[in-house]
């Protein structure tokens, strides 16, 4: 397939529309589909072929494959509660790092002097977004640009730290599922019940 050559603007459309499909399909979650007969499936569809297998089959075959592919996603998501519990768990003890009432926990790198924000102000922050494992998610540093927004726009976690930090500081937030994305996660980079650390630097109220 790699050899091919796709010169017309008909042929590079329909390749394109190729590579959606597949993305699609390795988003779904669907394990061991068989690409031969995806592209009979829909090559049959294109010519107006009658299925090459009844339809009350594939209708159950579909069926399985999507609560196989769910009992996989909830199986993962009760790991990813669990290790992030652990982490929590674990991470309280260490010197330095403090938990409030909701179960936020937060370590400070350094203290600022300013003022607090309140939920109703607008502040200008440095962040860096990681998961437990050190992936990171999202950088306002690595972009070389703060983000500005309102502090009620944001997580749970978020809106507590920043109602508690003086301008000028900059601390270390370890955030539990439910005060980030929770059981909904965050695009393909967050993952359903993922607990958050974030590296937090207040810049400004504006």
């Not at 609560?67 to 009760?78: F, G, M, P, S, W």
């Amino acid at each position: 397939m790699a050899n091919q050559n796709f010169d017309s603007v008909e042929a590079q459309a329909s390749y394109g529309i190729g590579l959606q499909i597949g993305q699609q399909l390795l988003e779904s979650g669907l394990e061991g589909l068989v690409p031969d007969a995806i592209l009979a499936g829909l090559t049959d569809s294109l010519e107006g072929n009658m299925p090459s297998v009844p339809v009350e089959a594939l209708h159950k075959a579909l069926r399985e494959m999507h609560e196989r592919a769910d009992a996989v996603r909830q199986e993962r998501q009760k790991e990813l509660a669990a290790e992030g519990q652990k982490f929590l768990d674990e991470n309280q003890k260490k010197d330095g790092v403090s938990t409030t009432e909701s179960g936020l926990q937060f370590s400070v790198i350094n203290q600022g002097e300013g003022s607090i924000p309140a939920r109703s102000d607008r502040v200008r922050v440095h962040y860096t977004g990681r998961l437990i494992d050190g992936t990171v998610f999202d950088s306002s540093v690595q972009r070389g640009q703060p983000a500005e927004f309102p502090v009620s726009g944001v997580i749970p976690g978020w809106i507590e730290a920043l109602t508690l930090m003086p301008v000028g500081s900059k601390w270390e937030l370890y955030i539990p599922h439910e005060l980030a994305y929770g059981e909904r996660g965050a695009g393909a980079s967050i993952p359903p019940f993922s607990t958050l650390v974030f590296e937090v630097e207040l810049l400004e109220i504006l």
